[in-house]
Structure formats: C-alpha cells, structure tokens
C-alpha cells in the first residue's frame, strides 16, 4: 500500500504540475498513468520477480503453487482478479482531494481485515485469490543450514537404491521435493507432501509402502547417491 499510494501521489503532482496553467487536465490522461499501473503492479511484479511484489521481497516472502513449486501465469492472474475487491485501491485513486485519498485508504484496510480474517481461518493461511488459484504465501526467512540443500550425506558404503528412476526427474522437480518437504516438516501439515508424492509415483511409474515423509526423503538420498556416483565415474 506504502508503493502504491506514494506512486499514485508522485504521478498526481506530476500531472497537475504539467496542467498547472489549464482549468482541468484529461481523465483519461489520470486513468493511463496512475490508475491503470497501480491495477496491473501485483499482477507484474508476481510474474516478473516469481510470486514477489516489493512488499512480499521486504518482508520475506513469496507465492507459491499448492504443488510445491513456482506457481504459474494463470494462478497469478487468478490471485490477481480476486485482488481487484479485496484491495480496491485503484478505483477512485483519481480523485484529486487528500481526504478522498485517505476515505479510499480506509476503506481498502476495513476490507484487509476481512481478507486477514479469511486467511486465520483458512487450513494453509490463504486468501480467497489464493483458494481459486490453488496457491499460498511461504515464509522464506528461516535459517539455512547442510540439510536444507538437496544434498544428503551418504556414509554408508553398502547403499542400497530403492528408486533409480528418480534421475528422470529435472533439478526442479528435486527441489520441489526438497521444498515441500521441508515445509512439511516444518508446519506438520502433510497434504501437499501427499499430493508431490502420488505425482512422482505416478511420473515414475513406481509404488511404495513408505510414509510419505520417508518416501521423499529416500528420493532426494537415491538422487544424491546417483548424482554423486555419475559426477565421480
């Protein structure tokens, strides 16, 4: 909101500053410059920085798709159709008064707190733009250490793989895996992992009576294990 309100007052003052000398300048003039950008910023910034907005970059984080990975163009515009109501800060920002500016501003924070309501009460903290789209915000401001990497320490010289086809997956079909299961381990919350896990099974036509947790741990050793094994051969 702090982007968006000091864009639309820079851009204002802008315009007025050029008009100054003429009765009134075009609303159409108004509408391109502050309304239209202020109306497109979430949706841009989301797919241009990957689910990021300069809020969500200052305070750590980031959209993700319910799978597991970067969500894509038609989630964010999704999230973004949904935003339109939730934060109706762009409709009526051509008013030039202050005190129409901060009616606006008030209204937009009174409607915020519904939407806030809506993500307490949501099982994966979302918002409404975030149920269509079938995606959630992520928390990325935790600590990194060995573990969190896709690399996992084999010791033993007997290793057995379980699942050699784990190699068909890309590097970010593993990092989704890494992610969603650190995020599982981290909230408890199991369901994406079950969801990731039934779509490498199903990828990889193979079956498995592990739990799901140790399922993709066991994948991310096997991938390792053979990654490592072929960079040495």
Known sequence: MVVLVTYAQIMKTLVE??????DSYPLGLDLLLVSLPMLHYHLLME???QGQ????????????????????????????IF????????????????????????????????VLVIIAVSGRSQRLGDLAAGTTVVD????????????????RSDYKVRFPDVMRLSDRDINAVKS????????????MAHRVAQKVKEV???ESDLEVTDFLEKLL???NYLATRNEGG
């Not at 319910?66 to 973004?80: C, M, N, S, T, V």
């Not at 008064?97 to 008030?106: E, K, T």
């Not at 990325?140 to 010791?155: A, E, G, H, M, P």
């Not at 969603?180 to 369901?191: A, C, M, N, S, W």
């Open 83 to 114: 935003r339109m109501w939730e934060w109706p800060l762009y409709f009526g920002i051509v008013a030039g008064s202050g005190w129409m500016l901060a009616a606006q501003v008030i209204i937009c924070g009174m409607l915020g707190m519904v």
């Open 17 to 22: 500053a050029v008009f100054y000398n003429a």
């Open 221 to 223: 050793q096997d991938y």
């Open 180 to 191: 969603v299961l650190q995020q599982t381990q981290k909230t408890g919350r199991f369901d």
């Open 53 to 80: 907005s300069l809020g969500k970059k200052a305070v750590g984080i980031r959209v993700m798709s319910l799978e597991g990975g970067q969500a894509g163009i038609g989630q964010y515009l999704l999230r973004w």
């Open 47 to 49: 797919v241009i920085f």
């Open 204 to 206: 990889l036509h193979i």
């Open 140 to 155: 990325l401001k935790y600590n990194y250490s060995l573990n969190d990497t896709v690399f996992r320490q084999i010791t």
